[in-house]
């Protein structure tokens, strides 16, 4: 076969990819919903499908439809012996509704109705000088409208939240050393202090301060070590031994995020602070592993935020440097994240 029938034959298989591209996440939420992975859980770690349809109340034979196409796609075992679905790691640690570490509640965020609304605006977003799909859809940036919205809020925040814990367990693993020496550490937009909690816990030596706008610090658990503050970090941003900002500045522009970082870094100490930024880096024409979920986020971004975007090497020394820091260094830790650590 020469080489334009392979990609022509490679196109007609992938096309399919896209016409259904909405099914695996819709399924998904479906299967998180009806608590299938906890249920197989409850029942020792395998079922079969009839007793699991009576658990879960649904009919047999459209559940084993649901079952075959999840099972298809790795998320369970079915045990030919015996008759009795099992979980994998995928299922574990997508669709468990309670699990300490499944992300769940990240898909039930992105795939709510809410979430997915600015996605059929998202033209919006490319409109010649600037637009935005969240704002053509609800008339304010995602900032404005969770606030008043009490149930968007807490779905986004459990959402991330959820994402936080695997996040930063990783961090700590691959780079801990980052948070020595440091007695007190500000997280800027920190959400409910899931961050502060995993980092506090594994450096005792670090105090934390959780700051967050009022109505997302004004929910938050009580965490010991942790102290939460309410704010605003384009006006004020509480002064600290270091600040660390993940998944914030991805939010924002570039002269937002210069703004926001010029006051974290006149919040820490001159000589010995240092601003630790978790974000992504895009590597242009370097393909890894999590390259389509880094260029996934940026499309994230393009539909959820004003002007935020994910950034490449470049846009991040331009963002830095503006904001006046005097030396930094990157570590990519072999995530969709990497570590900057800016020095004032
Ligand atoms: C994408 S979430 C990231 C949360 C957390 N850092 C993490 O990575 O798990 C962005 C956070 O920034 C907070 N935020 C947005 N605007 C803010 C502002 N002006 N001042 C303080 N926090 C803000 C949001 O409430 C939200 O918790």
């Known amino acids: 076969m020469d080489a334009k029938s392979i990609k022509e034959e490679k196109a007609e298989l992938e096309i399919w990819q896209y016409i259904f591209g909405f099914t695996p996440v819709a399924v998904v939420k479906c299967a998180i919903e009806l608590e299938i992975a906890d249920t197989i859980e409850s029942h020792g770690g395998a079922v079969s499908l009839p007793d699991l349809a009576s658990a879960v109340c649904c009919s047999p034979s459209a559940l084993g ?7 298809h796609r790795g ?12 979980n994998t790691p995928l299922s574990l640690r997508l669709l468990l509704k309670n699990g300490a570490n499944s992300v769940a509640p990240f898909l039930l965020m992105e795939a709510s109705p809410e979430m997915l609304a600015p996605w059929h605006r998202l033209r919006a977003s490319a409109a010649p000088g600037g637009g935005s799909a969240f704002r053509a859809v609800y008339g304010e940036d995602f900032w404005d409208y969770a606030s008043q919205n009490p149930a968007v809020s807490k779905l986004f925040d459990d959402g991330i939240a959820s994402h936080a814990t695997r996040a930063i367990c990783e961090i700590i693993e691959r780079c801990g050393d980052v ?5 007190c550490l500000l997280d800027v937009g920190g959400g409910d202090g899931t961050t502060l909690r995993y980092i506090t816990e594994a450096c005792p030596w670090v105090r934390g301060i959780n700051f967050d706008l009022p109505h997302v610090v004004c929910v938050a658990p009580q965490i010991r070590g942790v102290e939460h503050v309410a704010g605003d970090m384009f ?5 600290a031994d ?11 522009s570039d002269d937002e995020c210069m703004h926001v970082l010029k006051k974290c870094r006149e919040a820490v100490p001159k000589e010995t602070g240092k601003v630790i930024i978790v974000e992504t880096v895009i590597v242009e ?16 971004m393009m539909a959820h935020t004003e002007k935020g975007k994910e950034r490449t090497f470049e846009e991040w020394d331009c963002v830095i440097k503006g904001a006046g820091f005097s030396s930094y260094t990157v570590k990519h830790i072999g995530s969709i994240f990497s570590i900057i650590v800016a020095c004032p």
């Open 65 to 71: 439809r649901i079952m075959r196409y999840l099972t």
């Open 75 to 86: 998320f369970f075992e079915l045990h030919e012996s015996t008759h009795k679905y099992s």
């Open 179 to 183: 948070f020595e020496g440091i007695g």
């Open 235 to 239: 006006k004020h941003i509480p002064e």
């Open 242 to 252: 270091a600040v660390f900002i993940k998944w914030v500045l991805h939010d924002r």
């Open 285 to 300: 024409g370097e393909e890894d592993e999590y390259s389509d979920t880094k260029l996934a986020l940026d499309m994230v």
